[in-house]
């Protein structure tokens, strides 16, 4: 059973972080998983009845949903290829080049969400696979080959992919708000 479903069925409204240990995963690296947990559950809620012209709106400028979602897949991405002590692709840095712009055929929030989705999950599975001895093996990021370890790497998905997961909530009422009329007053 994934910690995604297991979340899901125990959650009820709890948080995932309040769920407690998991047992197939490091001790080490459970507060990652439930953020991770909690993200794509705060993910699937936030942008899930959007359309698409609310997913790709810029409310005042600002990135779009669509963008968001596209990010936290592709960075989750780019960051197991450097925990794996792996170099990025040209595929990959073509898709980052991408993220922001919606395409010929504007691709609709179920579809963002799935592929977010899909990535947290491969995120949770090396989560689950990696063990604590493997924590501070060195890894190098990016062409400069800046410094960091599978923790560093491995941590920074979690709060990452939570830093947009927030920014997907608020952009998502926002656009919400717009789309049905409903602008702050203030």
């Known amino acids: 059973m994934t910690n995604e479903l297991t979340v899901n069925q125990k959650a009820g409204g709890t948080e995932a972080w309040l769920l407690g240990p998991l047992s ?10 439930h953020a991770l947990m909690q993200a794509a559950i ?3 809620r936030a942008a899930s009845a959007l359309t698409v012209e609310e997913v790709w709106r810029k409310p005042a400028g600002a990135p779009s949903v669509g963008f968001h979602l ?3 897949a592709g960075s989750i991405d780019r960051l197991l290829t450097y925990a794996r002590g792996g170099q990025l692709s040209a595929e990959q840095f073509r898709a980052l080049a991408t993220e922001s712009e919606p395409g010929d055929a504007a691709e609709e929030a179920v579809a963002l969400i799935r592929m977010a ?3 947290i999950e491969d995120a949770l599975q090396v989560l689950r696979t990696t063990t604590d001895t493997m924590l501070a093996e060195p890894r190098e ?3 400069s080959g800046l410094p960091s370890t599978v923790f560093g790497l491995l941590f920074h998905i979690a709060e990452h992919t939570q830093r ?5 909530v608020t952009t998502a009422r926002i656009v919400r708000g717009i789309s049905s009329g409903e602008e702050n007053q203030s």
Do not use: N, W
């Open 24 to 33: 197939d995963t490091s001790f080490m690296l459970t507060p990652a998983a």
């Open 42 to 44: 705060d993910i699937e």
């Open 70 to 72: 596209r990010h936290v």
């Open 117 to 119: 989705k899909a990535h």
């Open 141 to 143: 990021v990016g062409r």
């Open 164 to 168: 947009h997961t927030g920014q997907i």
